[in-house]
């Protein structure tokens, strides 16, 4: 069991019952949950907190689960949130839609509560594995581009010199 205290996960869902059902799930894990009942209230959650994760309704009343994904993905600073569809939607035209708005998975309604931390605990680590790749590669480009930098700034010494 992971106590994870730096990870908020947003769920969306216009049922409080979905919410509750949702944070009971989860309720040994030590994660942070915020809750939306609708997707205005979730936009601004999103715009005054930092969300790790979303679990996002598709049918709510006002702006829909397809609009909310829309909005954040067009949005640099949510773009990379990863959105998890948790819907009682099982047709295919709604999982595929889902995807191509750029959701990471889909979970169908009522759900098996061992799936979902399965599947919420996949893209956390998803996260975190592109975390340690960003960092990696950003440290790597210190030791590269250093002596690149001292290579060029010497030609350009040698060039004025000539």
């Keep these: 069991m992971k106590k994870v205290s ?27 949950f915020v809750y939306a009942g609708c997707g205005l209230d979730a936009m ?9 994760l979303v679990l996002l309704d598709i049918i709510m009343p006002g702006m829909d689960g397809f609009e909310v994904c829309h909005l954040l993905k067009n949005n640099p600073k949510t773009r990379d949130i990863p959105v998890i569809f948790l819907t009682s939607s099982t047709e295919s035209e709604n999982l595929v839609t889902s995807f191509l708005l750029g959701g990471v998975d889909y979970i169908t309604k009522p759900f098996r509560p ?3 931390i399965c599947r919420v605990n996949n893209h956390l680590d998803l996260i975190k594995a592109r975390k340690t790749i960003v960092n990696e590669e950003k440290e790597q480009m210190k030791t590269t581009w250093l002596p690149i930098r001292l290579i060029q700034r010497f030609e350009n010494y040698l060039n004025k010199k000539i």
């Design 114 to 116: 061992e799936e979902l």
């Design 6 to 32: 730096d990870i908020t996960i947003l769920v969306v869902d216009a049922n409080k019952e979905n919410q509750e059902e949702v944070g009971t799930v989860f309720k040994d894990w030590g994660y942070k």
């Design 44 to 52: 601004d959650i999103v715009a005054n907190t930092q969300v790790t």
